[in-house]
């Protein structure tokens, strides 16, 4: 089993729609991170969250300690929304990142 | 203050070549960390480096190496490459790596062997 699991896979949405992305993880964190990747390659960290919530414009991103699962929601989807978003969590002594295998969002028009 | 750089971006090699990659951190950044990102096992951890010492390394064989430099700039060489070895490689800078501060990534150099 994956230290991060990711849900789910794939989500297609339409232009408006509110989306929620789930992480849960196993190990012990100091930090989860929310990333996202546009076609191309190039990585953008949206949050690093340790508690509780923070939002950035149209972007939601939660986290529960005890359960162990954080979830990133969009409010207001738009087409160029459409990414991969991947769930990542580090621990408190280094930078070894365990991800998520991603979720791949395409929103339409 | 300028973003993480890659150089190169793209690099096509043959089997058993050896490849050498370069990372330059954001100003004032002491930790990088290196990752390997393909369709098969998605991203995964390498290594990372502070202060001129590797201080973690990832689940990946002894050809995948690295170095950091006085001025925090890292490379990483993969030597005797093998077809698995194409990927995206991507290295994130960070304050002082640690968990507590954010990781910026470089835009990725695509490697393809043939």
Request: hydrophobic fraction near 30%; aromatic fraction near 8%.
């Amino acid at each position: 089993k994956n230290e991060v699991e990711q849900s789910p896979q794939n989500l297609t949405a339409q232009e408006g729609e509110f989306i929620t992305i789930n992480c849960s993880y196993s190990v012990g964190i100091s930090a989860l991170h929310w990333l996202q990747q546009h076609p191309g390659g190039g990585i953008v960290s949206l949050f690093m969250l340790s508690s509780g919530k923070k939002k950035h414009g149209r972007l939601i991103a939660t986290i529960n300690i005890q359960e162990k699962h954080s979830s990133l929601h969009i409010t207001a989807s738009h087409p160029r929304d459409s990414a991969v978003y991947i769930c990542a969590v580090s621990s408190d002594n280094n930078n070894d990142m365990r991800f998520g295998a991603g979720t791949r969002l395409t929103v339409k028009p | 203050k300028a973003g993480v750089t890659q150089t190169p971006r793209y690099l096509i090699k043959t089997r058993g070549q050896q490849v050498t990659l370069s990372c330059s951190p954001i100003s004032g950044h002491r930790s990088v960390s290196w990752y390997q990102q393909t369709p098969g096992q998605g991203l995964q951890f390498l290594f990372e480096y502070f202060s001129e010492t590797q201080r973690n390394k990832g689940n990946f064989p002894g050809r995948f190496s690295g170095r950091q430099f006085s001025n925090s700039r890292s490379e990483m060489n993969v030597s005797t490459l093998e077809l698995g070895d194409s990927a995206l490689y991507l290295c994130a800078s960070s304050f002082d790596g640690t968990g507590r501060h954010e990781q910026y990534f470089g835009p990725g150099t695509r490697l393809t062997v043939t």
